[in-house]
Structure formats: C-alpha cells, structure tokens
C-alpha cells in the first residue's frame, strides 16, 4: 500500500486522524507533518513525523517522494478567528498551500481529502436546513478561502482527474488538542471551564445555533468518504456533515444535567458573533448520506457525557 501523508497533524483534528489512521492502516504508513507547533510524545514516537509547510511546494514535494504518498488528508489551515486576524497569511495557508497539494498530488497521482467548512457560507446562504448547493458568499476571509478550497478540489479532479474528496465540517468537539482558533471553540472551552470551574463566560450569544460534531463522527466522515466507491459520488467535495445543532443555552443545560452546580454567562465578542451570524443554523447533509452512506453516531447529549467523562480523566477530577 502507498503511504499517508496527513498536513497540520498537530492540530486540533490531525493529531486525532493521524493517531485514528495509523491504528487504521500501520503506523509506518501515516506520515504526520508538523510544522511550528511542538507535537505531542505520542504523534513524534509512534510513526513517521515531518516538518512540511505547505506553502513551500517543494518542501511538500519532498516529502510525498520520500515516503512514496498516495493519499493526502490536508488538513493545514488557519481558522476562522485567527484568519481575521491576518487575512493575507490566511489567503497564503489555505489557498497557496492548498494549490501546492494539490500540484503535487497531480504529479504523482495522489488521493487529496480537504476539509471545508460551515464558514464556506454567508448571510445570504438559506440558514436553515442549508442545502448542499446554495447560495456561497461568505463575509469572512476564511470563508472565502474555504469557498475557493473546493472550488479548486472540484477543478483539479475535473481537469486532472486528481481524486479530491471533501467534507464541510461544522465545530468540531473534542478532549484531546484543544481548538486552533475558530468560533465554535466555545462548544469546547465549556467543558474544560465546568470541569475545572463550574462556571463559563460564553462570548457567543443565547440563542446562536449552530451546527457541531464530536471528533468521532469526524474521523468517521474522513475516512468512510476516502474509502467510499468513486462511482457513487456525485459531489465529490464539500460535502454538508452534520450531527448536532444547538445554541449556548442548549449545551449549558445538556453539562448541567451532569454537573449540577454549573452555571453560564455572557461576554459576547462582537467579531466571532457576526461570523456565527452568518453560518447556518443546521445543514441538510442527504448528499453526503446518500451518496457514501453517512451518518454519525453521537447527538448533543451523548457527546456531553463522553467529553466530561473523557476530561475528567485527562485533567485528574
Ligand atoms: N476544528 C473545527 O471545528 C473545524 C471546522 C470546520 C473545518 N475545519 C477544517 O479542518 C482543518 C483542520 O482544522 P483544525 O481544527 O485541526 O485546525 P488547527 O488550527 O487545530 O490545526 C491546523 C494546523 O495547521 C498548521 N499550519 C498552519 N500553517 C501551516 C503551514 N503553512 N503549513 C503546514 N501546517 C500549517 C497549524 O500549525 C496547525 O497545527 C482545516 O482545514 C479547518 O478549516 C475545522
């Protein structure tokens, strides 16, 4: 089998996928590639690990030629908030880099999975049950990078006939790497903030819905789409995933159930509020069920008790 090479695996969802495909299909198979984060003892020691900035073509050429790679989970990107904050390193990361995979990928035949995301659309997309091909004019420069993503996905497998293959993720929640940036985090902070406190200041309003997923089910849509028989995939990129939907006061009362002191207040950032503003309230992801059989495994309750179960463990209460 040709190897795996997996970009921006010490982040929040890579160094889960590079842990979940290494038990998958070898760990000398999966090549994590880092760049500045340091990664943990656990993704350095158990398989082959990488220095690879994307947006040096050669540096991602290198390494696909040295480990024979066929598939590429390109994960490398900077998030939402973060890529307010610089959106022309933004443009750089997640369009540049982005070309660059994919560049290579041609030249050597390669599988490209890349995530898009909720934010590849704007105010103008229907909100509500967002269908999978709507209306795109995102606000943000993330979204804006993430709408060119599978614009170009799409371009590369109809002019080249790379095979790219795409999900759009909602928030993802998880217990392991703590999220990179992005306006979902509170769905996360939440519950290392009750563990630890009781209490949380959420900087998203009551009553913002907005689609989530538990880092299961996210690893799940990863590898079923790259494993899915080409010849039932209609859409090939960015497919809508969904498997919750809630607003702050939701999840609050969801950790409450388990830990009963907990409480919640508001101190709403105006910057991350307009983005969640303008990102759907849930997404019709059919396509994705029909077309590879999608479907997760945890709904908002089932994920509140894994995570404080999971965190609890992890930070010794
Ligand atoms: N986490 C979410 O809630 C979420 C939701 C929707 C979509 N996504 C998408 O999933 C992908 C992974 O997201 P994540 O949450 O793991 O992000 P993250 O910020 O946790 O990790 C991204 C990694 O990319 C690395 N990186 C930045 N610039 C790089 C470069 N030039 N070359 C190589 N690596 C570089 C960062 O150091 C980081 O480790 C991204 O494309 C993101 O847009 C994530």
């Known amino acids: 089998m ?20 290494r038990d998958r299909y070898g760990a000398d198979n999966v090549v994590a590639g880092g760049r500045k984060t340091k990664p943990s003892e656990e993704l350095k020691n158990s ?4 220095i690879v900035d994307c947006t040096d073509i050669e540096a991602v050429r290198k390494v696909v030629d040295k480990y024979d790679i066929g598939t590429i989970y390109h994960l490398a990107a900077l998030l939402s908030a973060v890529a307010e904050g610089n959106p022309q390193l933004a443009w750089n ?18 599988s490209v ?8 659309f704007g105010h103008s997309t229907p909100l509500d049950n967002t269908p999978q091909d709507t209306i795109q004019r995102p606000g943000t420069m ?12 799409d371009y590369y497998y109809q002019k080249y006939g790379v095979d790219t293959r795409g999900v759009r993720y909602p ?41 989530m997923m538990y880092m299961p089910d996210a690893l799940k849509a990863a590898v079923d789409l790259m494993e ?9 990129n960015a497919f809508n995933v969904s498997a919750m939907s809630f607003a702050p006061e939701e999840i609050a009362a969801e950790v409450k159930k388990i830990i009963p002191e907990f409480t919640m207040d508001y101190d709403v ?13 849930y997404m019709d992801d059919s396509a994705a069920r029909e077309e590879w059989g999608w479907k997760p495994e945890y709904n908002l309750s089932e994920m509140s008790k894994d995570m404080v179960e999971k965190l609890r463990i992890k930070l010794g209460n």
């Open 171 to 211: 928030g993802i929640i998880s217990y392991v790497t703590p999220p990179g940036g992005g306006t979902t985090d509170y769905a996360v902070e939440i519950f290392y903030e009750a563990i630890k406190k009781k209490k949380y200041t959420c900087y998203i309003k009551e009553g913002t819905k907005l689609d």
């Open 47 to 50: 398989g082959p690990f990488e």
């Open 269 to 281: 950032d105006p910057l991350r509020q307009g983005i969640a503003e303008s990102w759907p309230n």
């Open 228 to 236: 899915a028989d080409a010849k039932n995939l209609k859409h090939r």
């Open 2 to 21: 040709k190897r795996i090479l997996v970009t921006g695996s010490v982040g929040q969802i890579g160094s889960e996928l590079t842990m979940f495909l």
């Open 113 to 120: 999975f890349t995530p898009s995301s909720i934010g590849a």
């Open 142 to 153: 993330y979204g804006i990078t993430k709408v060119s993503g599978e614009l170009l996905c």
């Open 93 to 110: 990361v997640n369009v540049n880099g982005l070309i660059n995979v994919l560049e290579v990928a041609r030249e050597h035949n390669c």
